[in-house]
T-cell receptor, first 114, second 111 residues
Framework: EPEVTQTPSHQVTQMGQEVILRCVPI?????FYWYRQILGQKVEFLVS????????KSEIFDDQFSVERPDGSNFTLKIRSTKLEDSAMYFC????????????FGQGTRLTVV | DAKTTQPPSMDCAEGRAANLPCNHS???????VYWYRQIHSQGPQYIIH???NNETNEMASLIITEDRKSSTLILPHATLRDTAVYYC????????????FGAGTQVVVTP
């Protein structure tokens, strides 16, 4: 069964450093998403990406965040200068279409900022 | 986005059906009801979705009331592996597909 894969599963970084979280969405999907979940809190939407551009973003997704689809398979989330409060699980998701089809999630990357 | 209301928790005996309610009284005519679950901080897992009609797949059944203001997710024979947080989400049609997760219902299946 096709699945969304994320790497690494766990990343530890020092405050102020840049990190890149990587995702390989399901191959024929067109819509891509990043979510995050701070420990003990809700899953929060960060950004959606379609046709090689951001289609929607939340208030959380400020200038320190960026997304990119550098080739036909990868979808990345870059955090430019990490803060302690960026520590969270980051989930990538993809769907074939938008709101009327299911989105499939990866298993997440646990980011720990120290 | 239409808001959903779910009970914070419920218990279910293994082998019995689990019926998870969700209220979404402000749902619009073309908004879908989606159900996801999250097992212990893993990635959310899609279960089922529907618009108006009842739906069934290999995991669950979704019963949507005629006025669409509420729905029930039915896990027909709960197993211990069904212990998870279950999210009922109304997906807005102008949202580019984003999912707005609430607190969900913590379901604990007991032997």
């Amino acid at each position: 069964e096709p699945e969304v894969t994320q790497t690494p599963s766990h990343q530890v970084t020092q405050m102020g450093q840049e990190v890149i979280l990587r995702c390989v969405p399901i191959s024929n999907h067109l819509y891509f998403y990043w979510y995050r979940q701070i420990l003990g809190q809700k899953v929060e939407f960060l950004v959606s990406f379609y046709n090689n551009e951001i289609s929607e973003k939340s208030e959380i997704f400020d200038d320190q965040f960026s997304v990119e689809r550098p080739d036909g398979s990868n979808f990345t989330l870059k955090i430019r200068s990490t803060k302690l409060e960026d520590s969270a699980m980051y989930f990538c998701a993809s769907s074939a279409r938008g709101w009327d089809t299911e989105a499939f999630f990866g298993q997440g990357t646990r980011l720990t900022v120290v | 986005d239409a808001k959903t209301t779910q009970p914070p928790s419920m218990d279910c005996a293994e082998g019995r059906a689990a019926n998870l309610p969700c209220n979404h009284s402000t749902i619009s005519g073309n908004e879908y009801v989606y159900w996801y679950r999250q097992i212990h901080s893993q990635g959310p897992q899609y279960i089922i979705h529907g618009l108006k009609n009842n739906e069934t797949n290999e995991m669950a059944s979704l019963i949507i009331t005629e006025d669409r203001k509420s729905s029930t997710l039915i896990l027909p024979h709960a197993t211990l592996r069904d212990t998870a947080v279950y999210y009922c989400i109304v997906r807005a049609t102008d949202s580019w597909g984003k999912l707005q997760f609430g607190a969900g219902t913590q379901v604990v299946v007991t032997p």
